[in-house]
């Protein structure tokens, strides 16, 4: 990986391409839970990040800001603008 003084050849594009290094520290160091950590279809925003609630008959319930029903699983902040998406664990 790259680090920070290697991006700016980028210019103003080098913030959306990959986090500084302090935010990917910061994001390997965020607390992450795989199993309630899920992603929720929403009609404007297309994804929002929400958080398992319970598991009850078949039917999830999500803290999110919508009542939206289809759930994608969501991985590691560790993984935000990656270059190799080969090593995420889920791809949608």
Same mark, same amino acid.
């Given at each position: 990986?790259?680090? !920070?003084?290697?991006?700016?050849?980028?210019?103003?594009?080098?913030? %959306?391409?990959?986090?500084?290094?302090?935010?990917?520290?910061?994001?390997?160091?965020?607390?992450?839970?795989?199993?309630?950590?899920?992603?929720?279809?929403?009609?404007?925003?297309? %994804?929002?990040?929400?958080?398992?609630?319970? #598991?009850?008959?078949?039917?999830?319930?999500?803290?999110?800001?919508?009542?939206? !029903?289809?759930?994608?699983?969501?991985?590691?902040? #560790? %993984? !935000?603008?990656?270059? !190799?998406?080969?090593?995420?664990?889920?791809?949608?």
């Amino acid at each position: 990986m790259s680090t !920070d003084s290697e991006m700016a050849i980028f210019g103003e594009a080098a913030p %959306y391409l990959r986090k500084s290094e302090k935010e990917r520290i910061e994001a390997q160091n965020k607390p992450f839970d795989a199993k309630t950590s899920v992603f929720v279809v929403h009609a404007k925003e297309s %994804y929002v990040k929400s958080t398992i609630q319970s #598991k009850e008959s078949g039917k999830v319930t999500v803290k999110t800001e919508g009542g939206e !029903d289809q759930i994608f699983s969501m991985n590691p902040p #560790k %993984y !935000d603008k990656i270059e !190799d998406m080969a090593m995420m664990t889920h791809l949608h």
